[in-house]
C-alpha cells in the first residue's frame, strides 16, 4: 500500500514561489504524479516523475528522489489562479494511484 | 471532445436506496476507476478496472460494485446506501500503455445519503 504525506495548507503571496513537499512510502513504486484542484472542480494532472530529478513545465517544477521517497512541486510567480488544492499522487505497479489529502494554496495579493 | 462523462451530477438519496452512478468516457482507454472524495481524506480509490471484462478493488470497495462490459462504461452501484456513502465520487480513465498514462478525471458526482 501507499502512505502519502503532504502539508494541510500553505499562504503565499502574489509573484512569490511555493514549494510543497510529499513524502510517500510505497510497496512498489511506478510514477509520482502531482494533480491541481480548484474548488468544486475535478483534479487536473500537472506532472509526472518516474525518475529522480527535476521535471520542469512552465512556472511549475516537480521533483523527486526515489530513494529518499520524496518529492515536491515548485510553482513559480504565483498567480491569484493557482490558489487550488495540490494533490500528490503515487502509482504502483498495478497502475492504481493512490492520493495524499492534499495542500490547499492560498495566493494572496 | 467530452472525455468522461458521469450522471448524475448531484443526488439526494434515501438510506436503504440503489444507486447506480454512471460513467462513461470517449478516449477509448483501457483503465477506469472510481474515487470518493471526503474532506480531510482526499482521494480514496473504490474499485478499478485495467481493460474491459476486469475489476480490481482498491481502498475502500466494501458496499459498492463495479461492471466493465466494454471500453467505454464504468457504472458504480450502491446496492443499500448508508450515510457514510455521502461523498464526492470521481470517474477517472487513463491509457496505460505508452506516455505518462494519467488520469483524466469526470467533473464529479455529489451523492448525499440521507
Known amino acids: 500500500g501507499q502512505n502519502i504525506d503532504q502539508p494541510t495548507e500553505m499562504t503565499a503571496t502574489e509573484g512569490a514561489i511555493v514549494q510543497i513537499n510529499c513524502t510517500y512510502q510505497?510497496?512498489?513504486?511506478?510514477?509520482l504524479f502531482w494533480y491541481q484542484q480548484h474548488a468544486g472542480e475535478a483534479p487536473t494532472f500537472l506532472s509526472y516523475n518516474v525518475l529522480d530529478g527535476l521535471e520542469e513545465k512552465g512556472r511549475f517544477s516537480s521533483f523527486l528522489s526515489r530513494s529518499k521517497g520524496y518529492s515536491y512541486l515548485l510553482l513559480k510567480e504565483l498567480q491569484m489562479k493557482d490558489s487550488a488544492s495540490y494533490l500528490c499522487?503515487?502509482?504502483?505497479?498495478?497502475?492504481?494511484?493512490?492520493f495524499g489529502a492534499g495542500t490547499t494554496v492560498t495566493v494572496r495579493a | 471532445i467530452a472525455g468522461i462523462t458521469q450522471a448524475p451530477t448531484s443526488q439526494i438519496l434515501a438510506a436503504g436506496r440503489r444507486m447506480t452512478l454512471r460513467c462513461t468516457q470517449d478516449m477509448r482507454h483501457n483503465a477506469m476507476y472510481w474515487y470518493r472524495q471526503d474532506l480531510g481524506l482526499g482521494l480514496r480509490l473504490i474499485h478499478y478496472?485495467?481493460?474491459?471484462?476486469?475489476?480490481g478493488k482498491g481502498e475502500v470497495p466494501d458496499g459498492y460494485s463495479v461492471s466493465r462490459a466494454n471500453t467505454d462504461d464504468f457504472p458504480l452501484t450502491l446496492a443499500s446506501a448508508v450515510p457514510s456513502q455521502t461523498s464526492v465520487y470521481f470517474c477517472?480513465?487513463?491509457?496505460?500503455?505508452?506516455?505518462?498514462?494519467?488520469?483524466?478525471f469526470g467533473e464529479g458526482s455529489r451523492l448525499t445519503v440521507l
Open positions: 510505497t510497496s512498489g513504486f511506478n510514477g
Open positions: 499522487a503515487v502509482r504502483d505497479r498495478d497502475y492504481k494511484l493512490s
Open positions: 477517472a480513465s487513463s491509457e496505460k500503455s505508452g506516455g505518462a498514462g494519467e488520469l483524466f
Open positions: 478496472s485495467n481493460t474491459a471484462g476486469t475489476t
